[in-house]
């Protein structure tokens, strides 16, 4: 039979395991991405967090712009994040306030951007 001591080590594992997986670095649940690139932009389950991804060695910026529906102003941007190292295997992250309702994923092409709009499904 386990001592108390023993069981309350094993139940505190077992609930940081479960948080840390519950946490927003650890899963997104909706995906936008940059029309025929693997570039993509997500929201997090908390559906207050960002992240903006660029897969491609291009030298493009991959910047993701979150939006906020008001109820007498419609989508209005609330802030963007880039991907701060381009290919180089991370992704930008930002937290807002107010609930994030749509993102835009875009690729900065020189003077051109490419962009996909994506309302969260509800």
């Known amino acids: 039979m386990l001592k108390k001591g023993r069981l309350g080590i094993i139940v505190i594992a077992m609930l940081t395991t479960l948080v840390a997986m519950a946490s927003p670095a650890a899963a997104h649940d909706y995906r936008v991405y940059v029309e025929d690139t693997p570039n993509y932009g997500a929201v997090y389950d908390d559906h207050r967090s960002i992240m903006a991804c660029d897969h491609e060695a291009d030298g493009f910026t991959v910047r993701v712009y979150a939006y906020h529906n ?3 102003a419609g989508y209005l941007n609330i802030g ?3 991907d701060p190292d381009g290919n180089g295997g991370h992704c930008g992250h930002e937290t807002y306030g107010p ?3 749509a993102i835009e994923a875009c690729e900065e092409r020189g003077t051109t951007k490419v962009c996909t709009w994506g309302p969260l499904p509800r």
């Open 70 to 72: 008001y109820p007498d």
């Open 80 to 82: 963007s994040v880039a």
């Open 99 to 101: 609930q994030i309702d």
